[in-house]
């Protein structure tokens, strides 16, 4: 089962069309985090760049939110703010 912060459940309950959204996006174990990158390309989406520990950053429109959430290989779904707070 995939973890969707709440932010995430908010943005997916509530999508505003148009409007692009970061996520941080933590790639299965057992998953190919090219299929990922693939999926989310496929999307209308982009891969902004590779973090540590098995996680990618990604830009989407809001409305693509629940298809992100839906993907097998991704374990969770967060938004990038909170790699900002200080």
């Known amino acids: 089962m995939t973890y969707i912060s709440h932010a ?6 509530d ?3 148009g409007e692009p959204v970061r996520l941080v ?12 990158a693939a999926s989310v390309e496929s999307l209308g989406g982009e891969v902004v760049r590779d973090l540590p520990f098995d996680r990618v950053l990604v830009a989407v429109d809001q409305t693509d ?3 992100v959430c839906s993907l097998a290989e991704v374990e969770s779904v967060e938004t990038d703010a909170v790699l900002h707070q200080t």
């Open 15 to 17: 999508p505003i069309e």
């Open 25 to 36: 996006l933590t790639v299965a174990d057992d998953a190919d985090p090219s299929a990922v």
């Open 8 to 13: 995430v459940r908010s943005i997916r309950n």
């Open 65 to 67: 939110v629940d298809a």
